[in-house]
T-cell receptor
Framework: KQEVTQIPAALSVPEGENLVLNCSFT??????LQWFRQDPGKGLTSLLL?????REQTSGRLNASLDKSSGRSTLYIAASQPGDSATYLC??????????????FGQGTILTVHP | SQTIHQWPATLVQPVGSPLSLECTVE??????LYWYRQAAGRGLQLLFY??????ISSEVPQNLSASRPQDRQFILSSKKLLLSDSGFYLC???????????FGPGTRLTVL
């Protein structure tokens, strides 16, 4: 059974700092790994999707890497801003004939960026 | 562009009452559809998924059921709510297993 773990559970940083969020998964048979952002009381916003054949994806100040063999992904946020404060979730989509895109999520990292 | 809607946004229901939550997707056809629940202090748990009209798969045994009466409509139901059904319910869609999954705004359900 796939298990996804995110470290740290919470992170508080001053504005402007670069930071790294970590995600690990136990089964490397995945189609892709996705990073999401969730603001309090809201739905999930997709940030980046990395296909299993890719090593990294970038969007603006965000860079996500994937090392499928070691079961690890990192989300790098450059020059953090107070507006980046949210819960960040990673999720993996398993391969297999009956996977149908069913995501397994980590518990999330609660990020607070203070001015 | 594609959009996903959920309603109601919030709901307070007594124990034993019925439930119907609705999710609709616009701007795509034949999507895979999903219902997740996010309970307080717990992660996101997949409840149901559907790959086509009338095709529903349940991931966990529970008091809830799902239906897909139309291609872009996904409904979550219960005949009698339990306290443990409280949580934040999220609907999501994707075009394929390898594609980005997009989430709706969610429904906050409180069972009293």
């Amino acid at each position: 059974k796939q298990e996804v773990t995110q470290i740290p559970a919470a992170l508080s940083v001053p504005e402007g700092e670069n930071l790294v969020l970590n995600c690990s998964f136990t089964d490397s048979a995945i189609y892709n790994l996705q990073w999401f952002r969730q603001d309090p009381g809201k739905g999930l916003t997709s940030l980046l999707l990395i296909q299993s054949s890719q090593r990294e994806q970038t969007s603006g100040r965000l860079n996500a890497s994937l090392d499928k063999s070691s079961g690890r992904s990192t989300l790098y946020i450059a020059a953090s801003q107070p507006g980046d404060s949210a819960t960040y979730l990673c999720a993996v989509s398993p391969t297999g004939g009956t996977s149908y895109g069913k995501l397994t999520f980590g518990q999330g990292t609660i990020l607070t960026v203070h001015p | 562009s594609q959009t996903i809607h959920q309603w109601p946004a919030t709901l307070v229901q007594p124990v034993g009452s019925p439930l119907s939550l609705e999710c609709t997707v616009e701007g795509t056809s034949n999507p895979n559809l999903y219902w997740y629940r996010q309970a307080a202090g717990r992660g996101l748990q997949l409840l149901f998924y559907s790959v086509g009209i009338g095709q529903i798969s349940s991931e966990v045994p529970q008091n809830l059921s799902a239906s897909r009466p139309q291609d872009r409509q996904f409904i979550l139901s219960s005949k009698k709510l339990l306290l443990s059904d409280s949580g934040f319910y999220l609907c999501a869609w994707t075009q394929g297993a390898e594609d980005t999954q997009y989430f709706g705004p969610g429904t906050r359900l409180t069972v009293l």
